[in-house]
């Protein structure tokens, strides 16, 4: 469990700071997938010159997230690993 947290965050690391300048293309979408369907993506259209962030659950509508929420959500994961891990420790 502590390694899918780690690859989660790892994604949500990297979407945070994606910067539009990441390709050349005029759009692009970079998305991370979990195994039970949660999909976290950064999507950008450079003629708007912004990029928006946003989560969704298999067929549910995409929810789309600020900058402060996904670094809150990073946070939320962030915390949920240590927990986990405190746990898992010898006592």
């Known amino acids: 469990m502590t390694m899918k947290l780690i690859r989660l965050l790892a994604a949500l690391d990297y979407l945070i700071k994606i910067k ?36 969704q659950y298999d067929d549910h509508p995409r929810i789309f997230l600020s900058s402060v929420q996904m670094s809150q959500l990073y946070a939320l994961v962030d915390e949920a690993r240590k927990n986990l891990a405190a746990l898992k420790a010898p006592k």
């Not at 999909?39 to 708007?48: F, H, T, Y």
């Open 20 to 55: 539009s300048d990441v390709t050349t293309l005029p759009s692009f979408e970079a998305s991370f997938t979990t195994k039970a369907g949660m999909k976290i993506a950064a999507n950008s259209v450079k003629r708007q010159g912004t990029i928006q962030c946003s989560m």
